[in-house]
């Protein structure tokens, strides 16, 4: 079972977000060619349902091209004036420089596996990065908003006790924290029956469990037909240095 978000949740949350804010939009839609990609592409293209014919646009590119500058430009050609960049950090970076080099200004969304500010914003440039919107259902560690956050306060005092070297602004301790947070949850279910087939079971029966590091409203479900521990998100902007949370937490659950 894996625990971040699955990408078709990714999908049909940006697609929830585009129907209300912007029903008469033209998208379209950079993706890598590859079940990352393709399932971010089949999560938008469900979500909007009998709107999907918004997306008037797609291209796909693969891992190995040295850049996406045909891809852009083949998407600017086609007038959307929104652009989804479902892309890994070297393409994510590429994706942004070329849009601005062609002075195109679409509503920007880049998938969240590529929304860092440090290993693709930064290297793009800050300046034409500025109102790129994404998702994301963590709290950043590096956002000195959540200093007083009580959550956050624990995951900060554990890393000081056991894992000094490692810095709460860096994502993955973000996301290993939480993962074990919900490991330990599963074994507490578990009681004193540790076989793998009650763990499994325990595994698939979370209820709105919330580890420090999730953002408010965002919950951890499962059951024995969804093994999906996290289906919400909530959007994102960047401003000036770092990403601000906007709006509700946005459901993106794929199965029952």
Known sequence: MAWQP???SEGRIYAAYL???RPDAKIAVLYQNDDFGKDVLKGLQDGLGDRASM?????????SEPTID???ITLKASGADVLISVTTPKSAVQAIRKTAAMNWKPLYIQGYASASVGSVLKPAGLDISQGILSAYYAKDGSDPQWDSDEGMQRFTAFLAKYAPDYSR?????VYGYGVAQAMVQVLRQSGDDLTRANVMKQAANLTNFVPDIVLPGITLDTSPSDHYPIEQLQMMRFRVDKWEMFGPVISGRVSK
């Open 55 to 63: 997306i008037v646009a797609t291209a796909s590119y693969e891992v």
């Open 19 to 21: 129907a209300k804010e």
């Open 169 to 173: 602004s860096d994502i993955s301790t």
């Open 6 to 8: 699955p990408y078709q």
């Open 70 to 72: 045909s891809q852009i």
